[in-house]
């Protein structure tokens, strides 16, 4: 396969982004890596916005003091925390939604992907919105800025503490889940402390809590103030000094350095590659843009090897096909279904690990729904999937009918469904207009597919409708997206 300047091109947007948007496709076989990327980063230095979508009955009900008094004491009826609870379930749909939107619609491409990475690197479970929308910000503010700050403010996160249990962790009766997850997925990796060393960071995070406002709180007389010995260091340590202490550690860089590879550049890690992108990053202070600078520069980022070599996660490619393929869809929440069948839904990523991703996105059923998608959203098909029945993996989601299923935390989805989705081909269509007939397949090949196609041209015209030159593109385009090799990226 030569890889072309389109294709580097293609590749960049896929990895720092979701994809190229269907009016962008004229400049990429033209267009410099240099100055795309150099667009790609303009385009996502701006701090984003709080995404809020919290209704204002459960804003009212948090804000209010005596309704806020009433919680802390635990006096809300059984009626009103399960109120409470549904109201919460329907705000996180609705940021789910929000947030994939930003992916298909911003410019800030790059900010967004990367915090579709640290989404689910800091993964966090949690049915209370405000927690939720809490982290979210943490994460997108940070994305492309200094780990260490991204560290500190999602240790000191009311989600995170709620999810690993740290508002238990007291003096004399410390809870290690905290501490053990933050040096074994967040910081270190596993295999680079000890037992001891988790257990002398839990106390050192004892008192650490969040109120129900979602504000971080230290509760001094939880604290265990005696000395701690973590990683060869001695002191009265507290929270703080084990985040500064494992942030010194060069293992961190390493860790963190390697898991971006993985994410951005190939599954199938270069050793030597990797030891110099976390010695740089260790250097930079741990700089995030950096790091991503090294990566995307790189000539070897650009080899054939490392290009088409991804598989898409389920929300990389929805939201790759709604740039490429601009869309008003009427049914929004089909999307979630969408999601959950596929094994990504965000905000419930199957446990603090995150998602697998890699080879664990696909198996028979799934690749078979995953080629449908294309002819479900283009001729509005309706689709009868459930999510496997898997609590280590699937998140607890269970069958409870026919026609639908509950997804744990999320309540009770329809299946059946269908997408109800308006495509606006124009910009699309514009891309192909000079192009002549007889090569508008190779050509629209080369755009949507990042390896070479497996299905001869011949076998693509048996369900290409030839009727006119519109019908021709549109028709190819969706077929070629429902090909095995567009799951690659």
Not at 217 to 232: C, I, S, Y
Request: hydrophobic letters at 35%; one cysteine or more.
């Amino acid at each position: 396969m030569v890889v072309t300047n389109q294709l580097k091109n293609q590749h960049l947007t896929w990895r720092a982004g979701f994809g190229p948007r269907a009016d962008e496709l004229n400049q990429l076989a033209s267009q410099s890596q240099k100055n795309l990327l150099k667009t790609l980063f303009k385009n996502s230095s701006k701090s984003p916005q709080y995404i809020d979508v919290a209704n204002n009955e459960l804003k009212g009900l948090m804000m209010g003091a005596n309704e806020m008094d009433k919680l802390k004491k635990g006096d809300l009826s059984a009626d009103q925390k399960k109120q409470l609870r549904k109201d919460s379930q329907r705000d996180i749909k609705s940021l789910n939604l929000a947030w994939l939107n930003e992916m298909v619609q911003s410019d800030a491409q790059l900010r967004e992907k990367m915090s579709l990475f640290w989404h689910g690197h800091f993964a966090s479970r949690n049915v209370n919105i405000f927690y939720q929308q809490l982290l979210l910000d943490s994460i997108r503010k940070n994305a492309l800025g200094n780990f260490a700050d991204l560290l500190r403010e999602v240790s000191k996160s009311a989600a995170m503490i709620n999810f690993l249990n740290n508002n238990q962790n007291k003096k004399d009766h410390p809870n290690e889940n905290f501490a053990r997850e933050v040096m074994e997925l967040f910081t270190m990796g596993r295999g680079n402390y000890s037992e001891d060393d988790v257990k002398e960071a839990a106390r050192s995070f004892t008192g650490w809590g969040a109120d129900l406002q979602g504000e971080f709180v230290f509760r001094q007389k939880q604290h265990d103030n005696g000395d701690k010995t973590l990683l060869g260091k001695t002191g009265n340590f507290d929270g703080d000094d084990v985040l500064n202490i494992l942030l010194q550690q060069k293992e961190t860089a390493h860790f963190i350095s390697k898991k971006i590879y993985r994410f951005l550049v190939n599954d199938d890690v270069d050793e030597q590659k990797a030891a110099w992108l976390g010695n740089r990053f260790y250097q930079s202070n741990y700089d995030i843009k950096s790091l991503l600078e090294d990566i995307f520069s790189s000539e070897w980022f650009y080899a054939e090897k490392n290009v088409g070599a991804r598989i898409k996660s389920p929300v990389e490619l929805i939201v790759g096909i709604r740039r490429m393929l601009p869309m008003k869809i009427d049914n929004e929440e089909s999307q979630l279904t969408v999601q959950a069948v596929l094994g990504q839904l965000l905000f419930y990523p199957p446990n603090v690990a995150g998602w697998p991703g890699g080879t664990n996105w696909i198996d028979s059923s799934s690749l078979m729904f995953r080629l449908r998608i294309p002819q479900i959203i283009y001729a509005a098909d309706e689709f009868e999937m459930k999510p496997k029945d898997d609590d280590d993996v699937m998140m607890g989601r269970k069958e409870i009918n026919e026609n639908a299923f509950k997804i744990k935390g999320l309540g009770k989805v329809k299946g059946g469904q269908m997408i109800r989705a308006e495509i606006f081909w124009n910009d699309y269509l514009k891309e192909f207009e000079s192009v002549p007939k007889e090569n508008l397949i190779t050509e629209l090949g080369k755009t949507i597919l990042q390896t070479p196609s497996g299905i001869s041209d011949e076998t693509l015209k048996k369900y290409i409708d030839a009727s006119g030159r519109e019908y021709f593109i549109k028709t190819a385009t969706i077929q070629l997206m429902s090909t095995p090799e567009y799951q690659l990226c």
